[in-house]
């Protein structure tokens, strides 16, 4: 089944990030390949709460699920490459920059650029 805009189902969840019960960011799964058992992590948070660790955390409970709970293999960031706080997130929680895709997304006025940052199940360091 296709759903608006592309999206398929059963592909992971997202999650809001709250602070005093009020929604500040999100975080979440998307494109999760069941079969590859391979899935990729998104995320934003608010100016006003970044440089607090918030979504470096966040991202570490996702992995543990994904892991742990799905018994993924692997798992995928991606981040435009003058993205300097979104491309810190995989590389503080110890992933590896796999490739870089030139054409990677087609947006309204630019064809976007990826850098790729994986994870494999046995690289993951719990903390
Ligand atoms: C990408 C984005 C989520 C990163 O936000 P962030 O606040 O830098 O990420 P974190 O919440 O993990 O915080 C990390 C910062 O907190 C600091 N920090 C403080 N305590 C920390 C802790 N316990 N653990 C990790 N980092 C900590 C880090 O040093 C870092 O700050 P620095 O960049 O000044 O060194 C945010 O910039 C954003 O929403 N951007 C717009 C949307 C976007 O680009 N999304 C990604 C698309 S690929």
New binding site residues.
């Given amino acids: 089944m296709q759903l608006p805009g592309g999206a398929s189902p059963n592909q992971g969840f997202q999650a809001a990030i709250l602070e005093r019960g009020a929604i500040v960011?999100g975080i979440g799964f998307h494109r999760t390949d069941w079969e590859q058992r391979a899935t990729t992590i998104?995320?934003?948070?608010?100016e006003d709460?970044?440089?607090?660790?918030?979504?470096?955390?966040a991202?570490a409970r996702l992995i543990d699920h994904a892991l742990d709970v799905w018994e993924l293999e692997r798992i995928e960031?991606?981040?435009?490459p003058d993205?300097?706080?979104?491309r810190?997130?995989p590389e503080?929680l110890g992933f590896h920059q796999e490739r870089v895709i030139p054409n990677a997304e087609r947006l309204p006025y630019r064809i976007a650029v990826h850098v790729v940052y994986v994870l494999l199940s046995d690289q993951w360091q719990r903390r």
């Fill in positions: 960011g998104g995320y934003w948070i608010a709460f970044q440089g607090r660790g918030t979504v470096t955390r991202a960031i991606r981040a435009a993205n300097r706080r979104s810190a997130i503080r």
